[in-house]
């Protein structure tokens, strides 16, 4: 019997002597059980790296992806997207020899904002019922900081609500005015070949809310795309920020997905292992052959 509790927070993990025992939420309700599976997604990565460090448990530092989101007109990215929904394409940058990549294309698609305990960031959709004239995507950068630095997922935050101060929200801008050294405006937007699916991101000034060298590495990408798919780098091309993507703490874990704890796994994007559905899923079916082959019988 398999028994679902949706909209029900996990508080903490309860351990003893080593070996997970259940979990207790919110409400102070406890559930018991042989195995745990830690799945909590992005948006509960900072409540896992708090639980593993209350339980001695270490986490490595992951990269942390920090960008901006791209939007133009479809026609520009058809070349791509018609033979390849998603094209992932990796960049280094000159300047700084950062590897950058596009991530989460959507074709036809509409771009949106996100919150995570109410920092608001932006990222994009397709439907498949409607279809806009543009297609965005994302440009990301990541940085794998060093000692003794050890809160990607702070820095992150501290970035998005930088945009969220100025703007309100989300902020845009039209790269021929971030070329240009100059805010955009709802003059100038209205101005721009493309029309920005997000309605009420506020027109402003990235500069001033991404650091020199990400803003340095997007803009060489941008022009390094555009040879692939002229028009990328154009002034009326859309610029939203900030995108930023909190997988940035890592469990110690065994091959099997296991902590430190017996019986404690953890999977999926909050467990620091996967950057997708696909991975995501993947990682699922690790843990439960796993499981499945600690409770078959022994011959
Ligand atoms: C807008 C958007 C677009 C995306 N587009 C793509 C795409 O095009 N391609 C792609 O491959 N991936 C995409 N992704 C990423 C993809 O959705 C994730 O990689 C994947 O869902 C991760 O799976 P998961 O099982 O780790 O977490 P999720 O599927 O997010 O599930 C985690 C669940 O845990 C719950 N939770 C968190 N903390 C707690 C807690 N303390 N107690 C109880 N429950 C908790 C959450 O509410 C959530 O329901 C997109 C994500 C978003 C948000």
Redesign the pocket.
């Known amino acids: 019997k398999v028994e679902f509790k949706p909209k029900?927070?996990?508080k903490g993990l309860i351990v003893k002597n080593g070996t997970v025992e259940g979990v207790e939420t919110v409400n102070g309700e406890k559930f018991f059980g042989k195995y745990v599976i830690v799945?909590?997604?992005?948006?509960?990565a900072e409540?896992l790296q708090s639980e593993a460090q209350a339980l001695g448990l270490k986490t490595l530092n992951n990269p942390i992806d920090v960008g901006l989101r791209v939007e133009v007109l479809a026609s520009v990215m058809e070349d791509l997207t018609s033979v390849l929904y998603?094209p992932k394409l990796i960049y280094y940058s000159k300047s700084f020899d950062d590897q950058l990549r596009t991530f989460?294309v959507a074709p036809y698609g509409e771009v949106?904002t996100?919150s995570y305990n109410g920092v608001l960031t932006v990222?994009?959709?397709s439907y498949a019922e409607r279809k806009t004239e543009n297609t965005n995507f994302a440009i990301l950068v990541s940085t794998a900081f060093t000692e003794p630095f050890k809160e990607p997922i702070a820095y992150g935050k501290y970035l998005a609500r930088l945009s969220n101060l100025l703007s309100g929200g989300v902020m845009i801008q039209r790269l021929g005015d971030l070329e240009s050294g100059r805010r955009s405006t709802h003059e100038r937007i209205a101005r721009s070949v493309v029309s920005p699916t997000l309605k009420n991101a506020t027109p402003g000034d990235l500069s001033f809310v991404l650091p020199y060298r990400y803003l340095a590495d997007i803009r060489e990408m941008l022009h390094a795309l555009d040879k692939i798919a002229p028009g990328i780098h154009s002034r009326d091309t859309l610029l939203y920020g900030i995108e930023v993507k909190f997988y940035s703490s890592r469990l110690q874990l065994s091959n099997c997905l296991e902590t430190k704890i017996h019986n404690l796994f953890t999977?999926?994007?909050?467990g620091g292992v996967?950057?997708?559905?696909?991975q995501?899923s993947a990682s699922?079916v690790i843990v439960a052959r796993e499981i499945i082959k600690r409770e078959k019988p022994k011959a």
């Not at 799945?39 to 509960?44: D, K, L, Y």
């Not at 999977?267 to 909050?270: A, E, L, R, S, Y």
């Not at 996967?274 to 696909?278: C, D, F, H, K």
């Open positions: 029900t927070d996990v799945a909590p997604s992005r948006s509960g409540w998603e989460c949106i996100e990222n994009g959709e999977n999926g994007d909050g996967t950057r997708g559905l696909v995501a699922g």
